[in-house]
T-cell receptor, first 113, second 116 residues
Framework: KNQVEQSPQSLIILEGKNCTLQ??????????LRWYKQDTGRGPVSLTI?????NTKSNGRYTATLDADTKQSSLHITASQLSDSASYIC????????????FGTGTRLTVIP | GAGVSQTPSNKVTEKGKYVELRCDPI?????LYWYRQSLGQGPEFLIY????????DSGLPNDRFFAVRPEGSVSTLKIQRTERGDSAVYLC??????????????FGEGSRLTVL
């Protein structure tokens, strides 16, 4: 069964600290993995998209890693800011199927001053 | 438009009423998706359009839910005889293409439906 699991479910960190969010998946055959940021009351916004051959991809203070062998991805946030408070959703695409996008339930990050 | 537009942003209705939610995708995007998101959960797939046709409607929870995209652009999600359990945020997303070579997925801000 194609599934995407994220951990932790929620996280509180102090402003300026770093944090890492995890995504494990069983989606097969794998096509790509995306991380989205969703502010409260808003739609998800793409942070990164990674294909099988990519191990690391950065977008400003956000760095995503992918290990296609262990089917794990992480999103590392450096020098967190209050505006980083949001839900971070991992989405994995399969190579087949009309609906081939599988969503995690997200990690709720709260950055406090 | 510049992004995916959804209307209304908020809809409060009474149990048993009929509701329509509209999605205006990014111009030129052939793939359009509807998702439902409950509080604290990730988006749950409802239906996906490739052009005018519903390529996959397996996520629609029951026959009270229906969606159309008659001209391959704007889509309307229709919910009949609404129930309190239908309360959620309904997200629309569009992509230049879908399937194996799916492009970036752009989401609207969602329509928050509350059924009293």
């Amino acid at each position: 069964k194609n599934q995407v699991e994220q951990s932790p479910q929620s996280l509180i960190i102090l402003e300026g600290k770093n944090c890492t969010l995890q995504c494990n998946y069983t989606v097969s055959p794998f096509s790509n993995l995306r991380w989205y940021k969703q502010d409260t009351g808003r739609g998800p916004v793409s942070l990164t998209i990674m294909t099988f051959s990519e191990n690391t991809k950065s977008n400003g203070r956000y760095t995503a890693t992918l290990d296609a062998d262990t089917k794990q991805s992480s999103l590392h946030i450096t020098a967190s800011q209050l505006s980083d408070s949001a839900s971070y959703i991992c989405v994995v695409s399969a190579e087949r199927g009309a609906n081939n996008l599988f969503f995690g339930t997200g990690t709720r990050l709260t950055v406090i001053p | 438009g510049a992004g995916v537009s959804q209307t209304p942003s908020n809809k409060v209705t009474e149990k048993g009423k009929y509701v329509e939610l509209r999605c205006d995708p990014i111009s030129g995007h052939t793939a359009l998706y509807w998702y439902r998101q409950s509080l604290g959960q990730g988006p749950e797939f409802l239906i996906y359009f490739q052009g005018t046709g519903a390529a996959d409607d397996s996520g629609l929870p029951n026959d009270r839910f229906f969606a159309v995209r008659p001209e391959g652009s704007v889509s309307t999600l229709k919910i009949q005889r609404t129930e309190r359990g239908d309360s959620a945020v309904y997200l629309c997303a569009s992509s230049l293409r879908a399937g194996l070579r799916a492009g970036e997925l752009f989401f609207g801000e969602g329509s928050r439906l509350t059924v009293l």
